[in-house]
């Protein structure tokens, strides 16, 4: 069941569907889609050598991920935006920022510390993804959590085989959680995930991987 919200002119779900929609929203979250793609990356760019890829994966994960996520997760609880998805698209503009300054130092460290090719080219899909987003967020509240989700999977295609194109089905239900919760519109979510698979089938075809 569902009732009509005329505030935003979506359905908004009730018990269990928006359960598992909030669930899906947390346990496929941008930051954990990122720590759990830069092991994956990680493995496939060092043909699967432990040592170097849990070194990569560690600095990719920690830059781009978990040091943006302690930011914005302390942030929230002194009351400086709504929550660790900061819904409110005008209190996105310094957490944005912090991601893209994070990011771009974890792929200054990646570069100068000769990483593999593969996870050079994903951090540098990853700051390109956050200057395109932070000017359109400005505006309209585009996806985060389709334009991750999406991107990786494209990157994943590359290095390890096209079926991982099928992880376009988890895109699809993460997309659809979004919806769900009532924090983007179907317009977000699919303008996020084609942004965030463009990006990344563009810098991986033209560097060459």
Excluded: N
């Excluded at 889609?33 to 699967?48: K, N, R, S």
């Excluded at 951090?123 to 989700?149: D, E, G, N």
């Excluded at 089905?169 to 179907?186: G, K, M, N, P």
């Excluded at 317009?187 to 563009?202: D, H, M, N, R, S």
């Amino acid at each position: 069941m569902s009732r009509f919200d005329t505030a935003t002119a979506q359905p908004r779900a009730d018990g269990p569907v928006l359960f598992i929609a909030r669930a899906i929203g947390e346990i496929l979250a941008p930051w954990v889609v990122l720590v759990l793609f830069a092991f994956a990356i990680g493995l496939g760019a060092t043909d699967y050598r432990i040592g170097p890829a849990l070194l990569w994966a560690a600095v990719l994960a920690v830059f781009s991920a978990l040091l943006p996520m302690v930011f914005i997760v302390r942030g929230a609880r002194a009351g400086k935006w709504d929550g660790h998805h900061v819904r409110d698209r005008a209190g996105r503009t310094v957490p944005l920022l912090v991601c893209f300054v994070s990011a771009a130092a974890g792929l200054l460290v990646l570069i100068l510390g000769g990483a593999p090719r593969a996870m050079i080219l994903a951090a540098i899909a990853m700051v390109l993804t956050l200057a395109v987003v932070f000017p359109i967020t400005l505006r309209w509240k585009i996806s985060m959590h389709a334009a991750v989700s999406a991107g990786a999977v494209a990157m994943l295609a590359f290095v390890y085989s096209p079926y991982a194109l099928f992880g376009l089905l988890v895109v699809a239900l993460i997309c659809w959680s979004r919806i769900v919760v009532r924090h983007h519109t179907s317009a977000q979510v699919c303008a996020g995930a084609v942004l965030g698979f463009g990006i990344a089938l563009g810098v991986f075809l033209i560097g060459g991987q």
